[in-house]
Nanobody
Framework: QVQLTESGGGLVHPGGSLKLTCALS????????MGWFRQAPGKEREFVAA????????NYADSVKGRFTMARDNPRGEVFLRMNNLKPEDTAVYYC???????????????WGQGTQVTVSS
């Protein structure tokens, strides 16, 4: 079993930046690719971004392309989501997800974190 722990959420003004971190822990010999979803109040959870921790390939939702960037630190088992030029519509709980199959991340992996709140408001 693996566990995912998110951190880095908070309150930011429109146009500001935040960096989220997701740490993967647990005893496993399986490689887990990692990604991010978000859920705004009254809305369904939606895909944000995904990364292959083997090749570094990334995939982003159209709504965040050019503003959000994923990066990885494989030795530490961490991935990051750098969010720039944040907008009020980015306000949501952001969840980290992981799966051994990269292509599954666009619909949600087999492991999920508890989420971290991001609020964009003036």
């Amino acid at each position: 079993q693996v566990q995912l722990t998110e951190s880095g959420g908070g309150l930011v003004h429109p146009g500001g930046s935040l960096k989220l971190t997701c740490a993967l822990s647990g005893r496993t010999s399986t490689t887990y690719h990692m990604g991010w979803f978000r859920q705004a109040p009254g809305k369904e959870r939606e895909f944000v971004a995904a990364m292959s921790v083997v090749t570094g390939a990334t995939n982003y939702a159209d709504s965040v392309k050019g503003r959000f960037t994923m990066a990885r630190d494989n030795p530490r088992g961490e991935v990051f989501l750098r969010m720039n030029n944040l907008k009020p519509e980015d306000t949501a709980v952001y969840y980290c997800t992981a799966d051994p199959v990269y292509t599954k991340l666009t619909t949600g992996g087999s492991a999920w974190g508890q989420g971290t709140q991001v609020t964009v408001s003036s």
